[in-house]
């Protein structure tokens, strides 16, 4: 039986396309803040790129899972510049989205630094923190359609890392015994496959609804379809729309017919929680993201992955096949002391030998150019990298306490709150924190 979803595009022609057009492949479909152009000829004041080479550097990120890779990285780095050393100052993802800024600012940590796409990076840009890299011989090291969420009015602030999936990771041997060897393509289809998974003795979804930082993922394919524009979250956060809409309803609606096929007390459930489910070969799919796959691994995991979004409308309606993310933004600190070497590492991880050793190492597909992938699960979602997928629309608030409100309604559904009531209460703090 086929041991992965949708075949209708040979591997191995997926994977030449994907080496041969570095990346930019089937993901044209950016809306929102992300579908910008770059401009790459204005020159840097704020960047020291020259100078010797030397100092420690501070590396801020919030990836405690890369930390092995990375120092495996910085090894080298120093072998090549033996006057300077990086030390990694990491954080876990949801205090590295509340408390990054202040950390950084005045560069006491994070002469380098990530950044979240979206409402974090536009807070950094504002505050100043960012040397800007435009004019830098390091941008052309990546494909450039995937840089724009690190740009700002024509200037490049950052380079955007890693191109991940937002979408649930699924066990293709649970989905092989459940009969499904193609993705759905409709609602109808989506529900099919979870009642035949629950029927085979799994947990459909494994969903972290207690988990603020991860919660939200799975909203980004419930709505790709569902909204009446790509840049839906703008216009909520803008007041243009409403999540007492009937799209958002709707979606909220299918979020109640989902609930039964999440784990029991789905929304305190961790992130750490259910992966640790869906690594024991318990549960179908793992509605976080292909980020996940490393963590799966390490839990001793050995089936096959593929990825498997959930579609709300008709075969017909649907607009796209999936969600995709270029995040991990990394940046340069203006206040930083030791300027040359942070701009060396960021150098060094940009070249396509030491992106590959992270990519592969982590299990996280990257935006540099030229990269050769060789992680067997990298290989096996390469497909998706030319499929009809939407920039992850969550990133669009820049307003976090809107994205929460948002984010949380879905939450009370599966915890029991009609939908109606949910939006109704979102709604009402959204206009709060509007006016």
Known sequence: MSRTLDRSLDRRTALRLFAASGLGLGLTACAGPGGGSTASGAKS????????????????HWRAEDKAVI??????FVKKYPDAGVEQDISPSADYQTTALRRIQGSKTG???TA????????????GVYSP??????????????????????VQYGLPYQLVFNMPLANTDALDKAGHTSAPTDWDSTLQLLDDLKSKGYTPIAWPGGDTANAGQLLNTMVMNNAPSDDMFTKIESGEYKVTDDWFLTTLKQYAQLTPYFQ???????????????AEGKAGLLAVG?????????????????LVAPITTTAAKAKYQGVFNTTFILGVNSASDVQPAAYAFLE???????????????????????????????????????????????????NLDIRTAVENAAVAVVGGKKPAQAAEEAQRVIDQKRS
């Open 45 to 60: 004041s704020a960047l020291a790129t020259s100078g010797t080479v030397k100092g420690t550097v501070s590396f801020a």
């Open 71 to 76: 120092a495996q990285l910085i090894k080298a």
């Open 111 to 113: 002469d380098l630094f």
């Open 116 to 127: 979240f796409r979206g409402a974090q990076f536009e807070q950094i840009v504002k505050a």
């Open 133 to 154: 890299l435009t004019g830098t011989d390091v941008i052309g090291k990546y494909q450039a359609s995937l840089i724009t969420p690190g740009a700002q009015k024509g």
């Open 264 to 278: 029991a007390r789905a929304t305190g459930s961790t992130t750490d929680a259910v992966t640790q489910l869906f």
């Open 290 to 306: 292909s980020f996940q796959m490393a963590g799966v691994r390490a839990l001793g995991a050995k089936f096959p992955f593929d």
């Open 348 to 398: 060094f991880l940009s070249d396509p030998k030491n992106a590959g050793t992270y990519a592969n190492g982590t299990g996280q597909h990257v935006t540099v150019e030229g990269v050769d992938y060789t992680n067997t699960d990298l290989k096996a979602v390469a497909p998706w990298l030319t499929k009809k997928t939407l920039l992850a629309p969550r990133f669009q608030f820049l």
